[in-house]
């Protein structure tokens, strides 16, 4: 058994459609795989028809940046099986927009450096125009030949600040998910060092960890197995593939073992043929 249930596509911050996922899912002979784009359900959407007939089954997910406010954290929330999108979608919608506004910021930025960029190019390699992520812009720095590592960290320092203030308090995600009769999970704690937010989280009703990523080592997989243990959370993990950027390759970090996959996960699945 081969899962993985952390990918994102070409709808956010991805480079990859639907039907390359595909091809890569079946190149890899996964059984389960989850997209889980930033603050959008366009991705799953496109993708139930590419894999409705396929050996593949698709898992309904997103990824939400939130904030732990008491520590003034970012934390990363996934939702899977969300049956119920409406207070989702509206949680979703000031966060597009905010993503949107910094990477037209960023845009700025780099324009002021001397980068021949237009924001029309910019739009054009968004799936939807109106929704932005840095990734467009670097996107079309790379067809333009220019190197994104030429960019300077300390100069894009300046392009974050701002980012992070209109992220969304971490339990109204959870309860919009739970609203929706979705299941929550904690994304790359082990990452973001939110370890002492998991007991606060598994008293409001979270309902897994993400044990699984590329940025975990044995060391914090251990730690995250003990937690799972002691809450009873379900286990999650993935790649967190983004396609040319992005935290691993496709399928590098996966759920191998059956007796670790959240059969849960499956209950509400049904294939459309």
Do not use: W
């Not at 099986?81 to 409406?86: A, H, L, T």
């Not at 320092?157 to 203030?165: S, T």
């Not at 897994?208 to 730690?223: C, D, M, S, V």
């Amino acid at each position: 058994m081969k899962a993985d249930l952390h990918i994102h596509s070409c709808y956010s911050n991805g480079f990859f459609d639907p039907s390359e996922i595909l091809r890569l899912s079946v190149k890899h002979k996964l059984n389960h795989i989850a997209i889980v784009d930033e603050c959008t359900f366009a991705g799953v959407d496109a993708a139930k028809a590419v894999f409705s007939d396929s050996p593949v089954n698709l898992i309904e997910g997103i990824e939400i940046p939130a904030r732990d406010r008491k520590r003034n954290q970012s934390v990363t929330i996934l939702g899977y099986n969300i049956s119920n999108r409406k207070y989702v979608e509206q949680l979703c919608e000031s966060l597009l927009t905010a993503r949107t506004n910094q990477t037209l910021r960023q845009l700025s930025f780099i324009q002021k450096q001397g980068y021949k960029i237009k924001e029309e190019e910019v739009r054009d390699t968004a799936k939807n125009p109106l929704i932005l992520y840095p990734c467009h812009i670097f996107r079309v720095l790379k067809r333009k030949g220019y190197d994104d590592r030429s960019i300077k960290p300390s100069q894009s320092v300046d392009l974050l600040q701002g980012a992070n203030e209109c992220l969304v308090d971490v339990y109204e995600v959870i309860e919009a998910i739970k609203i929706g009769d979705g299941m929550t999970v904690l994304g790359c704690p082990g990452k973001s060092k939110t370890y002492e937010l998991i007991p606060e989280l598994a008293s409001f009703g979270l309902d897994g960890l993400e044990k699984y990523h590329p940025a975990h080592r044995t060391f914090e997989q251990n730690i995250l197995q003990e937690l799972i243990d002691q809450y009873k959370f379900a286990c999650f993990g993935g790649s967190d593939f983004h396609g040319e950027s992005g935290a691993g390759k496709f399928a590098s970090t996966l759920i191998t073992d059956v007796r670790e996959f959240p059969d849960i996960l499956l209950q509400n699945y049904t294939k459309v043929h």
